[in-house]
């Protein structure tokens, strides 16, 4: 009997952790269209001091970062920070002169936190966004820091 109730106790505790594990799965909705979309700031920098920019404006490569994030999948799931990780930010220019801005925090090899404008919280993504800096062939020019995308 108490062998029986030890493995129920297993099997319950194994359940709670498999559902704890998967976190729940979301996509980005953006709140306007890819037509909307004049020209990105993108941002790179593993040291904000560093921090470099490409503004892209070819509407070939602005309608590839849009289906970029509406295809990824965000899981509602805990990770520790990393020291030392890249970041990769967009600031979306929109036809109506309001901006949106998504920063994309490695965490390791092709995974990463993301923050969207207007989200309290960010979201774990196992899609590689820091590879969109290689990905687009623009001039990059160095920042100020206070030009940077911020959680606030």
């Known amino acids: 009997m108490l062998k029986k109730a030890v493995i129920l106790i297993f099997i319950i505790m194994l359940c709670i952790s498999f559902a704890s594990c998967g976190g729940k799965t979301i996509s980005i909705t953006f709140p306007f269209e890819v037509t909307d979309v004049t020209s990105i700031d993108m941002f790179y920098f593993i040291n904000p001091m560093e921090a470099e920019k490409k ?33 990769t930010s967009f600031r979306f ?39 969109c800096w290689n990905n687009y062939d623009y001039e990059a020019v160095a920042v100020d820091e206070s030009e940077l995308p911020s959680y606030g």
């Open 55 to 87: 503004v892209i404006t070819q509407q070939e490569d602005i309608k590839s970062i849009y289906q970029l994030f509406e295809r990824i999948s965000l899981k509602d799931k805990e990770t520790e920070p990393v020291a030392g990780g890249s970041v």
């Open 93 to 131: 220019h929109l036809s109506d002169s309001t901006t949106y801005e998504i920063i994309y925090s490695s965490i390791a090899v092709k995974a990463g936190r993301i923050h969207l404008t207007g989200n309290e919280k960010d979201y774990f993504t196992s899609a590689d966004i820091g590879a």
